[in-house]
C-alpha cells in the first residue's frame, strides 16, 4: 500500500527519549529559546541554527525530570523499527529513511496531502510507545519519549537526498533502514 502512496510533502522527523537531550544542552537543541535579547526565537525551522547551549534553562529541565532518562536497547530500537513501518504503512504514508540510535532518532515521512505534521510526530510516538509498553512494561511516570519533537519541511528532492545522506551516517546507531537499502547496522 505505502509503496503506491503518492507523495505531496516529506517531513524530516526528529524525537529524543525522555530526559537525554533536554532544552539549553550542550550540544544545542531544536526549539523555542530566548535569545541574547530576550526574545522567543523558534529554532525548529530548516536553515536555522540549533539554540546555543544554555545552562540555567538546562538546570531548570533537570530539575523538572519525572523519572530517570531512557536509553534504547538494540532489541527495543528493533522493536520501534517494526513499528514505525506498520504504523507508516497502515496510515498510508511512505518511510523513507531511519535512523535509531539509544537517546533519539531521525525519519523521513512522505505522505499525500498536507497533514498537520505534529499529528504525523504524535501518531509515530503513540504507536512506538504502544509497542515497547507491550514488550518492556511502561516507564515510570509512563513516558518513554520527551514531549513534541522536530518537524521540518523538506522542500524538494535535493532536500530529501541531503537528509537521506545525513540519515546513512548516523554515528553508533542500533540500525539505519532506508527504501533502498533496507535494514543496515552500525
Known sequence: MADSVAVDRYWFLTWTTYGTWLPGDDRGFVGEAPDESGRIFNHNVIGT??????????EAAE?????????????????VLDQLRETIQFRGWKL??????????????????????????????????????????????GTWWTTSGSCRKLPDGRAVETVLHYIRRQPNPHVVWTVEDGEFGP
Do not use: F
Request: charged share 20%; with cysteine; proline share 12%.
Open 63 to 79: 530539575r523538572t525530570l519525572k523519572n530517570r532518562p531512557v536509553v534504547l536497547s538494540s532489541d527495543q530500537a528493533a522493536a
Open 96 to 141: 523513507i529513511a531511519v535512523a535509531i540510535m539509544h537517546t533519539h532518532l531521525h525519519a523521513i515521512v512522505g505522505v499525500p496531502g498536507d497533514p498537520d505534521p505534529e499529528k504525523i510526530l504524535g501518531d509515530l510516538k503513540a504507536w512506538c510507545t504502544r509497542k515497547l509498553n507491550s514488550r518492556w512494561g511502561k516507564q515510570a511516570r
Open 49 to 58: 541554527p540549533p539554540a546555543p547551549p544554555n545552562q540555567p534553562l538546562r
